[in-house]
T-cell receptor
């Protein structure tokens, strides 16, 4: 069965420093996609970054990068130069081919990031 | 601006009553989804729909029902059969392609007492 594991319930980082949020996944599929979402206290889910299983380069989007290690089945999110507004829950997710739907995602339990001034 | 609208933001109901959560999108997406989020947990799939007039159960469909009469709308009914309905409910849509992310609404927080 497909599964996403985020082992860090909470993380603290000093403003302007970099932080890595861990994510490991389990799947028997050869083709899959990995996503990271940010959920502020207001509740909305904000898409941050995507990595395809066949992508050779690590994905980057502004201050976000994804450290993809396929053999280890890990897809860690790196946030550079942390800002106070980065304080939120962060969820790692994997695309799950559920009953033919390409779009469904399965989620980890999340990591709460707190940025200290 | 295109997006997904969920209403209301907060909803209170008495136990034993059915309640319907609204979800509307103007992104022209074919696929729509309902997720449930409990405190300290990730999201779990309730129902999804890939096309109008068709929908499938997700992992936790018991006690819920949906309809998809229009492409733009995917309402979720929480029935009295749902044993623990108090939760945060998120609606999402996508192009249902492998690289397409899910776009989420702002969620509805349902409290049943």
């Amino acid at each position: 069965a497909q599964k996403i594991t985020q082992t860090q319930p909470g993380m603290f980082v000093q403003e302007k420093e970099a932080v890595t949020l861990d994510c490991t996944y389990d799947t028997s599929d050869q083709s899959y996609g990995l996503f990271w979402y940010k959920q502020p206290s207001s509740g909305e889910m904000i898409f941050l970054i995507y990595q395809g299983s066949y992508d050779e380069q690590n994905a980057t989007e502004g201050r976000y990068s994804l450290n993809f290690q396929k053999a280890r089945k890990s897809a860690n999110l790196v946030i550079s130069a942390s800002q106070l507004g980065d304080s939120a829950m962060y969820f790692c997710a994997m695309r799950h081919n559920y009953g033919g739907s390409q779009g469904n995602l399965i989620f980890g339990k999340g990591t709460k990031l707190s940025v200290k001034p | 601006d295109g997006g997904i609208t969920q209403s209301p933001k907060y909803l209170f109901r008495k136990e034993g009553q059915n309640v319907t959560l609204s979800c509307e999108q103007n992104l022209n997406h074919d696929a729509m989804y309902w997720y449930r989020q409990d405190p300290g947990q990730g999201l779990r799939l309730i129902y999804y729909s890939q096309i109008v007039n068709d929908f499938q159960k997700g992992d936790i469909a018991e006690g819920y029902s949906v309809s998809r009469e229009k492409k733009e709308s995917f309402p979720l009914t929480v029935t009295s059969a749902q044993k623990n309905p108090t939760a945060f409910y998120l609606c999402a849509s996508s192009n249902d392609r492998e690289v397409s992310p899910l776009h989420f609404g702002n969620g509805t927080r349902l409290t049943v007492t």
